[in-house]
Structure formats: structure tokens, C-alpha cells
């Protein structure tokens, strides 16, 4: 069981009297420890209500934001990255730059040996729009290349 000293920056998980970010809010993002950084493994993220802003006509954007990384030393906590992702809802940008602004919030917060995130947005106009950001360090190039190809879609 993790102790108190193991999780001095995690000061939101259980507090009950957080305010959701109304404006965009990489700082509210809180980090752990990787309780174990030797071994490879996968974490994944998964909000399926995400919202922005057009940054042209100011209309709702909504999508299905999918994270997935291999931690090293820090791991970005759920309830942070929650409140992180809820303060895009009046931010306006265009897709595939809330995609990549995530991606480098979470690489510059965690320092991951990989990290990618995928935008399934609802379609607006008759168009879908899937952006698809990556982030690997030297010893994950490879890695970064494999899922870039993969994400190219093929359902046409």
C-alpha cells in the first residue's frame, strides 16, 4: 500500500471540494511515482466526453480522447488529468491542436518513455477528424514510427 510520503504531489485525489477549470489549465495535471520504473508496461487512458471550442464560430467540439504511455519515474494522476482534459471545454483551438497540446503537457509533466494521444472526434459538417500525436524517447523510435503508420486509417 502506497503511503502518504510516496504521493506528496497528489493533492486532489480525494478532495472533495475541487473546482472544475474553466479556462485551459495544464497546471492543475498532479504526478506519482512509478512504483515501477524497471518494467515496460502499458498504461491507458480513455475519455470518452471530451470537449473544446471551435476557435473560429465558437461551436462545440466533442470527441473520444484516447492516451496511452509507458511511464518511467513520474505517472500523471487520473483525477488531475480529468480536471485537466474538462478545462479544454472552453478552449478554442482546432483538433489536431488540443491533440498535440495534450501530448506535450503530458510529455513535459511525465518525461514517458512513450506516449501517444488519439482524437476521435464526432463529426461536424459531415467530416470526421482523427488526430493521432506520439511521443517516444531514443530507445522508442521505432515504436514511434510503428504506431504513427498504424494510426493511418483505412476505412474508406
Known sequence: MRTEEEMPGVTLLGDTGVKYPTQYSPGVLETFKNKHPENEYLVTFTCPEFTSLCPKTG?????RIVINYIPREEMVESKSL??????????????????????????????????????????????????FAN?????????VRQRMLAAFRNDF
Open 59 to 63: 461551436q462545440p467540439d466533442f470527441a
Open 135 to 143: 511521443y517516444g524517447d531514443a530507445d522508442h523510435q521505432d515504436m
Open 82 to 131: 480529468k480536471l485537466y482534459l474538462f478545462s479544454f471545454r472552453n478552449h478554442g483551438d482546432f483538433h489536431e491542436d488540443c491533440i498535440n497540446i495534450i501530448m506535450k503537457d503530458l510529455v513535459r509533466l511525465m518525461d514517458p518513455r512513450y506516449l501517444e494521444v488519439i482524437g476521435l472526434f464526432t463529426p461536424r459538417g459531415g467530416i470526421s477528424i482523427y488526430p
